[in-house]
Every structure is written in structure tokens, then in C-alpha cells.
């Protein structure tokens, strides 16, 4: 919907919320952005099935069309996960997420203040930072959920109270 306004299921604690990034790496012009969205994957000019009743408009292969969307992004990061678990299956929930976010590349350009929580979704980072990590000691944000920043203007300070799991 290309808005920083929260969404749902996205601004929910434990949902991970996917945008889209082109070729380049940037946010895509139509993807959600800002603090609930937490990651971004590649969500323009992916190839995906359509019904059989319907004509491909880019492709012209039957049964295939290039299409773009946040929704196209999201089986990116399920892929990846899925890919976790494969290789560690007692992994937990909350360190996948832990993984995912760490793991996460800077968008390679800001435009507009347009960013999202933690980054693009880096596989090859991600099952690097899985195969060397020992321990299951990890700290999770739980950023969905602040709401208010209290800022005193004469003294320049702000606070907010930050939960975590470890």
C-alpha cells in the first residue's frame, strides 16, 4: 500500500512482516514501510503461477506470469526458514527470528525516510550466522509493541521502556 501506517497481522509481537525490494536492493515503490515492517525480500518481477483460465501478460507462458508484491517477498522468508529448520529442527521460534533480523543487509538507498525495522533478508549471512553461533543465548526486542516515546525538550532527553526475551 506503499504507507508507514501500522497493519494487520504485521504489527502483531510475533508476526514477521515482509515488504518487497527490487533488483537493486531498494524498497519497492507499492511496499508497506516503516517500524512493523521487519524485513524486505524480492518482491517485483517474480515468476508465479496463475490460473489456468487466465493469459500471462508479460511472460506469455502459460500458466506463469511476472508478478510483484509483498506477497510475492513472503515466500522468500518462509523459504529461509524453512530452510532452518531443516538443518537445526529443535531450533526455537523466537531464535529463528533472532537469526532473521541479525542476518538482515542495510536497503541500499533511503528515499523518501522510507526504511523498514531491520533490513533485506541476506540467506547466505543468515545460514552462516546459524552454522557458527554455539549457544542458544540471544536477546529479541519485542519493538512491535512500544508506542510512546517520552522526550523532555529543555533537557533533550527521551525514554521508553524496552521488553525483551532471552
Not at 514501510?33 to 508479460?58: C, F, H, M, Q, W
Request: hydrophobic content about 35%.
Amino acid at each position: 500500500n506503499s504507507k508507514d501506517l501500522p497493519t494487520f497481522p504485521c504489527s502483531y509481537e510475533n508476526v514477521v512482516c515482509v515488504g518487497a525490494h527490487d533488483n537493486r536492493g531498494e524498497l519497492s515503490s507499492f511496499s508497506n514501510y516503516g517500524s512493523k515492517v521487519d524485513l524486505v525480500a524480492p518482491g517485483e518481477y517474480i515468476i508465479s503461477t496463475i490460473p489456468k483460465n487466465l493469459e500471462s501478460r508479460a511472460l506469455r507462458i502459460a500458466h506463469y506470469d511476472a508478478k510483484r508484491g509483498s506477497s510475492q517477498g513472503a515466500p522468500f522468508v518462509t523459504a529461509a526458514v524453512a530452510t532452518l529448520k531443516l538443518l537445526n529442527p529443535d531450533i526455537l521460534n523466537d531464535k529463528v527470528r533472532s537469526l532473521l533480523f541479525r542476518s538482515s543487509k542495510n536497503l541500499t538507498e533511503n528515499k523518501n525516510n522510507r526504511f523498514v525495522k531491520f533490513g533485506a533478508l541476506d540467506m547466505g549471512k543468515l545460514l552462516s550466522l546459524a552454522k557458527i553461533e554455539e549457544t542458544n543465548a540471544f536477546l529479541n526486542p519485542l519493538l512491535k509493541g512500544i508506542t510512546e516515546i517520552k522526550y523532555k525538550a529543555f533537557d533533550r532527553r527521551f525514554s521508553f521502556t524496552l521488553p525483551f526475551k532471552n
